[in-house]
């Protein structure tokens, strides 16, 4: 069974801080990975894809994955009260499901 | 370009009554999945299917729960019967394929009293 880990937090960091977010899996054939928002009571946004290893930016937003170590990361730069949500990690194999870990509760403090 | 869209947003029904739920993907994507999200926790994928056919379901509770996805369009979520312990959200997602970028649709929130 695939799995998907994170700390389930909360992870808070003051405004305007950098706020680091981690998943590791444990299927070595994935070959997708995402980063999704969750406010309370919303659905989840996509916020990142990442299928190389390596660094992508996007805004404030850096995902970094490092398929060796199982290892995805998720840097937010400038954190704002309103980055304050649930961040999902998911992984993805073809031809295969695609797995959520349990989210972080992330809280940036004003 | 149109979100997948899911009805109903919200179902109150009693413990051994049945619910369907319905879900209509993106255009042109292929992947349809369902999660149930219990508060607090990440979704947790009950079936998906590539196209019509079904690539996983097995943490599909088969005895009550049942999927299908015909012409490989929209889908329904049927649960018959309902126990309390399906009080959750019910999450449809779509892809273009099954490895790429999932949408979600806004959920059903369902109570079982």
């Known amino acids: 069974q695939k799995e998907v880990e994170q700390n389930s937090g909360p992870l808070s960091v003051p405004e305007g801080a950098i706020a680091s977010l981690n998943c590791t899996y444990s299927d070595r054939g994935s070959q997708s990975f995402f980063w999704y928002r969750q406010y309370s009571g919303k659905s989840p946004e996509l916020i990142m894809s990442i299928y190389s290893n390596g660094d992508k930016e996007d805004g404030r937003f850096t995902a970094q994955l490092n398929k060796a170590s199982q290892y995805v990361s998720l840097l937010i730069r400038d954190s704002q009260p309103s980055d304050s949500a649930t961040y999902l990690c998911a992984g993805g194999v073809r031809g295969q499901n695609f797995v959520f870990g349990p989210g972080t509760r992330l809280s940036v403090l004003p | 370009e149109a979100g997948v869209a899911q009805s109903p947003r919200y179902k109150i029904i009693e413990k051994r009554q049945s619910v369907a739920f319905w879900c209509n993907p993106i255009s042109g994507h292929a992947t349809l999945y369902w999660y149930q999200q219990i508060l607090g926790q990440g979704p947790k994928l009950l079936i998906q299917?590539?196209?019509?056919?079904?690539?996983?379901d097995s943490q599909l509770p088969k005895d009550r729960f049942s999927a299908e996805r015909l012409k490989g369009v929209d889908s329904t979520l049927k649960i018959q019967p309902a126990k309390l312990e399906d009080s959750a959200v019910y999450l449809c997602?779509?892809?273009?394929?099954?490895?790429?970028?999932?949408?979600f649709g806004q959920g059903t929130r369902l109570t079982v009293v």
């Open positions: 997602a779509s892809s273009f394929t099954d490895y790429t970028e999932a949408f």
């Open positions: 299917f590539q196209n019509n056919g079904v690539v996983d």
